[in-house]
């Protein structure tokens, strides 16, 4: 158990939809990473939080945003859902003195 | 423009065997160079890492070598065994940017056959 928490495992939606995807960092973790895992790109970046500021992004889409909340909690919001956008999407956290990341399970996520 | 190219996409090793997975990267300001596993249904777990400044890194059976003027690094695991099967993947990042921000190979699925 890598301590970085994400709900919920598994979303099945339709195009066009919206969802939020939640994730929980280890504690004591101010850094959040979100990443896409899909079978043709493979693991991609997307975008970083450090303490509830923007620190980083990579290759997000403009229908996808994130933020992280005062608790350091973590939401990823993907709207207008394309069947292309199915994938896992992990988050995860980086050790304040190592900077080792920690991935949660994952959110696996279906647009039908 | 796929930045960290890792071969081969699958592995066949017997138990005991020596397995041997590769990358290339092309951006020399990367100075961090991790390998995660990742097992089915799990997220990927950091297995060893190394930086540029040195040529090896042995961590029980795994070792990292890492070749900087040619840009290659590989991921050596001894007498593998059918726990380690999984998929590995290799990465890169820019420290200097953020450690986490990372840039990861296409993956090798790994299988020991007992």
């Known amino acids: 158990d890598s301590g970085v928490t994400q709900t919920p495992k598994h979303l099945i939606t339709a195009t066009g939809q919206r969802v939020t995807l939640r994730c929980s960092p280890r504690s004591g973790d101010l850094s959040v990473y979100w990443y896409q895992q899909s079978l043709d790109q493979g693991l991609q970046f997307l975008i970083q939080?450090?303490?509830?500021?923007?620190?980083a992004k990579g290759n997000i889409l403009e229908r996808f945003s994130a933020q992280q909340f005062p608790d350091l909690h973590s939401e990823l919001n993907l709207s207008s859902l394309e069947l292309g956008d199915s994938a896992l999407y992990f988050c995860?956290?980086?050790?304040?003195?190592?900077?080792?990341?920690?991935f949660g399970e994952g959110s696996r996520l279906t647009v039908l | 423009q796929q930045q960290v190219k890792q071969s081969p996409q699958s592995l066949i090793v017997q138990k005991g065997g020596i397995s041997i997975i590769n990358c290339a990267y092309e951006?020399?300001?990367?100075?961090?160079f991790p390998w995660y596993q990742q097992f089915p249904g799990k997220g990927p777990a950091l297995l060893i890492a190394i930086r540029p400044d040195v040529s090896e890194k042995k961590e029980g059976r795994f070792t990292i070598s890492f070749n900087k003027s040619a840009k290659q690094f590989s991921l050596h695991i001894m007498d593998s065994q059918p726990g380690d099967s999984a998929t590995y993947f290799c990465a890169a990042s820019n420290e200097g940017g953020s450690q986490g921000n990372l840039i990861f190979g296409k993956g090798t699925k790994l299988s020991v056959k007992p």
């Open positions: 995860a956290s980086s050790d304040i003195n190592t900077g080792e990341l920690f």
């Open positions: 939080y450090y303490n509830g500021e923007e620190r």
């Open positions: 951006n020399t300001a990367f100075d961090y």
